[in-house]
């Protein structure tokens, strides 16, 4: 998969949990910066990613990705 | 949806209803009931721990305290129960005790749906069953965050949730219209003949059999049945009498429109027949073309895709049922009985609500036990305040490090760890003071969610306070500083004696309590130090 479908899908999936509007927001979305993404909005997050690209994350990885960048990261190792 | 829901609950499941507008949720194993939601839910699930007599008893104690918010419920509001569903039966003896108090507690739900309208039981079984153990519970999620319930099911589970929903609000249709040829039976009458068509007990026409005996349940639950067929009625009515593996009987059907007419035109004339609007009909036919007909002339009639495959007939007329059917209509005798059992709780309100909540807590033998700047603690101190957002006064976040510091100069950090008679939740409640001189200034004070809504805060509080009476400190500065998380606890200093003595415009309020005696300590904890 290119960087860039990569990229495009996880952020379909960030904005739609975060309920965002599309066209305010570049490409790396930062979890602090969003009051809406929690801990509790993370586990959905985590839930929608893994159905979206078929994969299963680790726990250490869960807590780690806490920004589109770091997702893009750990998502690619798994592709 | 547009509803408002308020979901009592013991564990984290939020992500499940993530998919669901409107939600609001108590705290874990809270049963306070806020005003001003329409619909309540009560959503507990089976306690995840090994040892099965603890979880039996568990079971049944959620029992008594679901007793006491259906006693809470009013003519405006409507209580939904979950049943209690035991995805993993895994006993170390045959005779497990939680099957048992499974069985008691959901029997408990029925009896309550019965006897009053506004409570209605949510059979989970229904949602759960469709799944595997592995695809209910994902163990990652359960032990990072408490979540028993896969997050992934969100999506089916809303949908689920609404179909009840709208079960309860009875959006229910009120006929169901059928075709004949490879609808009611395999093959086409004017064909194959009344020999010919499938019915039976072998494949397909076993499939067909099932399908009809389907429809008749639904027919005993009220609905009204119909026929829309392109046939010829005498041969039709031949396969009533002659062929005895007809399920349904020719009489089931209140109006039939047998003819070569269109079918539009068709379900006009049976609506008017039997008095009843064509947006309470639900139609069902093979033929993709007459299903697209009849959806573009009339737009109101509920007309779902129709399987090809025989087999999946029954899973398919379920949907039917779930979508479309479902009710919760009571008979007189419920009505009567509901007057009887709403005047009951009305009595019982009375006495419910001044000593309840106080036996409950008793009950529950909640025990603190309290430690003073524990060094082993430190680490789970500082996860606390990193962690910790609603109940948290100031929300100052702090690491291992800078805690060992503070201890070193001389702050004082209290914490303690709750447990209850069904176990213990850790360390849960945490406060760090600075002291200068009899003056002591309240740095942090944090609790977890998950120990909230039982008065603990207070107690461990008044416990703090009366130690530094003891201790010869006089004056007590506290702080609460907003954030977007933590409005809960806007009051908690303003309810527990302290008098605000100033505000800024971040609305970071500061106050003052002179302690002059010591405070009366609560009786419903039993609170040790260690």
């Not at chain 2, 914490?415 to 850790?426: M, P, R």
Request: glycine content about 4%.
């Amino acid at each position: 998969m290119l960087e860039k479908e990569i990229i495009d899908k996880i952020n379909k999936v960030l904005k739609s949990a975060l309920k965002l509007n599309n066209n305010t927001l570049g490409d790396y979305l930062i979890k602090d910066k969003f009051i809406e993404w929690d801990s509790l909005k993370h586990i959905t997050i985590i839930a929608d990613l893994e159905s979206e690209f078929d994969v299963l994350f680790e726990p250490e990885e869960i807590v780690e990705m806490n920004s589109s960048e770091k997702i893009v990261e750990i998502i690619r190792k798994k592709l | 949806m547009a509803h408002n829901f308020f979901i009592f609950r013991n564990y984290t499941i939020e992500p499940l209803f993530d998919k669901i507008e409107g939600c609001g949720f108590s705290g874990y194993n809270d049963i306070e009931f806020p005003a001003d939601f329409k619909y309540y839910v009560w959503f507990y699930l089976l306690p995840i721990r090994v040892n099965r007599a603890t979880i039996a008893a568990e079971v049944d104690f959620f029992r008594k305290k679901l007793e006491l918010v259906a006693s809470n419920v009013t003519s405006s509001s409507i209580l939904l129960c979950f049943t209690m569903t035991d995805p993993d039966p895994f006993s170390f003896v045959a005779d497990d005790p939680v099957s048992e108090a499974i069985d008691t507690y959901n029997n408990f739900i029925f009896e309550l749906a019965n006897s009053n309208r506004n409570i209605k039981a949510m059979d989970f079984r229904s949602f759960t069953s469709k799944y595997s153990l592995r695809e209910l519970v994902d163990s990652r999620h359960f032990y990072m965050s408490l979540v028993p319930i896969n997050p992934k099911l969100a999506g089916d589970f809303s949908s689920w949730f609404e179909q009840k929903v709208n079960a309860v609000e009875s959006i229910r249709k009120k006929c169901l219209v059928v075709d004949l040829d490879n609808t009611l039976w395999g093959g086409i009458l004017g064909e194959d003949g009344i020999t010919g068509i499938t019915l039976g007990n072998t494949y397909p026409g076993n499939c067909y059999t099932d399908f009809q005996s389907f429809i008749r349940e639904i027919k005993n639950t009220g609905v009204i049945l119909a026929i829309c067929s392109k046939n010829n009625t005498a041969d039709v009515k031949q396969v009533f009498s002659n062929r005895d593996d007809m399920v349904l009987q020719f009489d089931d059907f209140s109006s039939t429109r047998i003819n070569w007419k269109n079918k539009a035109e068709n379900i006009v004339e049976i609506a008017q027949e039997l008095n009843i609007g064509i947006d309470s009909m639900v139609f069902l036919d093979d033929s993709p073309f007459e299903r697209e007909h009849v959806k573009t002339m009339l737009p109101e009639v509920v007309v779902p895709d129709f399987p090809k495959q025989p087999y999946f007939l029954v899973d398919f007329i379920k949907d039917v049922y779930n979508n479309w059917f479902q009710t919760y209509e009571l008979t007189a005798e419920d009505t009567a009985k509901t007057e009887q059992y709403q005047q009951n709780t009305q009595r019982q309100k009375a006495i419910a609500q001044h000593h309840n909540m106080e036996s409950f807590l008793k009950e529950m033998e909640i025990k603190l036990r309290i430690s003073e700047s524990n060094p082993v603690h430190i680490p789970r101190i500082a996860q606390m305040t990193q962690k910790t957002n609603q109940f948290n006064l100031t929300t100052k976040r702090y690491t291992e490090r800078e805690i060992k510091n503070m201890l070193k100069k001389g702050y004082i950090v209290w914490d303690a760890s709750v447990s209850d008679k069904f176990g213990d939740n850790g360390i849960t409640a945490l406060a760090i003071l600075k002291v200068e001189g009899t003056t002591a200034l309240i740095d942090s004070f944090l609790l977890s969610c998950r120990i909230l809504g039982r008065g603990i805060e207070t107690a461990f509080l008044n416990h703090i306070l009366n130690h530094l009476f003891d201790e010869g400190f006089r004056t007590i500065v506290a702080t609460f500083i907003p954030t977007e998380k933590n409005m809960q606890v806007e009051s908690f200093y303003d309810n527990t004696g302290f008098n605000c003595v100033s505000a800024d415009n971040t609305r970071t309020k500061v106050y003052k309590l002179e302690l002059t005696e010591k405070l009366r300590s609560s009786e419903l904890f039993g609170i040790t130090l260690g």
